[in-house]
């Protein structure tokens, strides 16, 4: 099993930033990729971006320029820089994590909230 626990959400005006951080534990060494997703007010849940355990990223067209996904393996902890943050970034975000199996790991979620 793979345990994950966000932090780092709020409330912050537009033009602003944040950063969440996810802190894994458990059987990390299974995990061969981890990444953020949101769900805003009345949306289904999206990608937002993605890291691989080798580094490599991926991201959400709207979020690109904006947005850095990073990690920090001897913490097993990955992180989401948000700048320039728009009122339609307003969502719950979570963490996610995929593991060699396929299994997915879902956190509990954090919200953020961007107020125009």
């Known amino acids: 099993q793979v345990q994950l626990v966000e932090s780092g959400g709020g409330l912050v005006q537009a033009g602003g930033s944040l950063r969440l951080s996810c802190a894994a534990s458990g059987s990390c060494f299974s995990v061969r990729s981890m990444g953020w997703y949101r769900q805003g007010p009345g949306k289904q849940r999206e990608f937002v971006a993605r890291?691989?355990?080798?580094?490599?990223?991926s991201y959400e067209d709207s979020v690109k320029g904006r947005f850095t996904i990073s990690r920090n393996n001897a913490k097993d902890t990955i992180y989401l820089k948000m700048n320039r943050l728009k009122p339609e970034d307003t969502a719950v975000y979570y963490c996610?994590?995929?593991?060699?199996?396929?299994?997915?790991?879902w956190g509990q979620g954090t919200q953020v909230t961007v107020s125009s």
């Open positions: 996610n994590a995929l593991r060699y199996t396929g299994t997915v790991h």
């Open positions: 890291i691989s355990i080798g580094g490599e990223t």
